[in-house]
């Protein structure tokens, strides 16, 4: 079965500086890869997703199929970062259900 | 013009108690899906339904059981509630084909059973 693991609950860095986020996932196939992006009081919205291969809000995000990961970085981080993320996966075409990770909170202080 | 909404927002039942969460959508999408997220945050997929017809059922008590009267709504019943049922529910919906088949949520009904 397919696993997403974020092993950071808690993520709290200085406005400026560089974040990552960790996702690692299990999946022997080819899977899409997903972040999504939940702001304080807001619904959970699509932040990127690997297909695009696009920058949104700054971050980007590459799917590493040798070390089975898809980390999120942003250059410089900004107060209006600070949300709740989460990692998502499902299988690939045909398949619909996307399996999340447990998510991190990120918290960027001024 | 809010693209996926669900009712209500907000809901505090007793235990033993029988309620429902509303779902729709106006996106034109034909699969639509029910998430849980818990007190930790979790995630986790209930259902998914694509054109009115149950795909996924991921192990869920028989007390829930989704409704789909048509494909823009999809609603959540829940029998018999226990305080364990506690949590935040997402409702979604997604395009079941074609190379964007994103999935939009719901604001989420956050269920408090006392």
């Known amino acids: 079965a397919q696993r997403v693991t974020q092993p950071e609950k808690l993520l709290s860095v200085f406005k400026g500086a560089p974040v990552e986020l960790k996702c690692n996932y299990s999946y022997s196939g080819s899977p899409e890869l997903f972040w999504y992006v939940q702001y304080s009081r807001q619904r959970l919205q699509l932040l990127l997703r690997h297909i695009s291969r696009e920058s949104i809000k700054g971050f980007t995000a590459d799917l590493n199929k040798g070390e089975t990961s898809f980390h999120l970085k942003k250059p410089f981080a900004q107060e209006e970062d600070s949300a709740m993320y989460y990692c998502?996966?499902?299988?690939?075409?045909?398949?619909?259900?996307?399996?999340f990770g447990q998510g991190t909170r990120l918290t960027i202080n001024p | 013009d809010t693209a996926v909404s669900q009712t209500p927002k907000y809901l505090v039942t007793q235990m033993g108690n029988d309620k429902s969460i509303k779902c729709e959508q106006n996106l034109g999408h034909d699969t639509m899906y029910w998430y849980k997220q818990d007190s930790k945050k979790f995630l986790k997929i209930m259902f998914s339904?694509?054109?009115?017809?149950?795909?996924i059922n991921e192990t869920v008590p028989n007390r829930f059981s989704p409704k789909s009267p048509d494909k823009a709504h999809l609603n959540l019943h829940i029998n018999s509630l226990e305080l364990g049922d506690s949590a935040v529910y997402f409702c979604?919906?997604?395009?079941?084909?074609?190379?964007?088949?994103?999935?939009?949520f719901g604001q989420g009904t956050r269920l408090t059973v006392v």
């Open positions: 998502a996966l499902r299988r690939g075409q045909g398949a619909q259900k996307l399996v």
């Open positions: 979604a919906s997604s395009q079941d084909i074609g190379p964007r088949r994103t999935a939009f």
């Open positions: 339904y694509n054109n009115k017809e149950l795909i």
